[in-house]
């Protein structure tokens, strides 16, 4: 069984930083490219991150470009997204997905796993 867990989430200041992680079980990282999304309250789900297999190919929304980084650790079946400068507008429910594709994609309907979610509500 396939599953994906966020974490690190939380309550940030504006202006301050999060890393959120994402692990995965029932499969192996290596071969499956890995999309990070968020979903405002009454927003639909959009996609803020991917980053390929091999972590050679990444791409950004422009919304958090220049403020975040994703990167992965296959050995450890764990991606990660640092987002920088936080505003509270990057408050939402961030979720991670994965395809067995190498290849880096922004497009929701390409992803058949998905985690839980993890809040991140960004508020001074």
């Known amino acids: 069984q396939v599953q994906l867990v966020e974490s690190g989430g939380g309550l940030v200041q504006p202006g301050g930083s999060l890393r959120l992680s994402c692990v995965a079980s029932g499969i192996s990282l290596d071969s499956y490219s890995i999309g990070w999304f968020r979903q405002a309250p009454g927003k639909e789900r959009e996609a803020v991150s991917c980053i390929s297999s091999g972590g050679y190919g990444t791409d950004f929304a422009g919304s958090v470009l220049g403020r975040a980084t994703v990167s992965r650790d296959n050995s450890k079946n764990t991606v990660y997204l640092q987002l920088n400068r936080v505003k509270p507008e990057d408050t939402a429910i961030y979720y991670c997905?994965?395809?067995?594709?190498?290849?880096?994609?922004?497009?929701?309907?390409?992803?058949?796993?998905w985690g839980q979610g993890t809040q991140v509500t960004v508020s001074s």
């Open positions: 997905a994965t395809r067995q594709d190498p290849l880096c994609t922004s497009r929701i309907r390409d992803f058949y796993y």
